[in-house]
């Protein structure tokens, strides 16, 4: 079955960096668009990235264009967020999406940025 796991969360200073991975199984990752939300408490979850199965297309939230990188790994089945830059209001909970005949969701993993 889709499993979708989520790594790499943690509490960074503001300025600081973190990478986050997300681990797939299940399906053909390959030709799988992949995406990177987020969800900070008592607001909607929200498109961060998405990258096509090829790796050669991307698209970003306006608010962490210039600072946040999504990549995958098409050999290891792992889609990245590379997050850089970061800011009090990147703290959420971030979830990678599978987006197959339906849509599949990881368990989400946190990130506070705090000082």
């Known amino acids: 079955q889709v499993q979708l796991v989520e790594s790499g969360g943690g509490l960074v200073q503001p300025g600081g960096s973190l990478r986050l991975s997300c681990a797939a199984s299940g399906f053909r990752f390959s030709v799988t668009a992949m995406s990177w939300y987020r969800q900070a408490p008592g607001k909607e979850r929200e498109l961060v990235a998405t990258?096509?199965?090829?790796?050669?297309?991307?698209n970003y939230a306006d608010s962490v264009k210039g600072r946040f990188t999504i990549s995958r790994d098409n050999y290891k089945n792992t889609v990245y967020l590379q997050m850089d830059s970061l800011k009090p209001e990147d703290t959420a909970t971030y979830y990678c999406?599978?987006?197959?005949?339906?849509?599949?969701w990881g368990q989400g993993t946190q990130v506070t940025v705090s000082s």
């Open positions: 990258i096509r199965g090829s790796g050669f297309g991307t």
């Open positions: 999406k599978a987006t197959l005949v339906r849509e599949y």
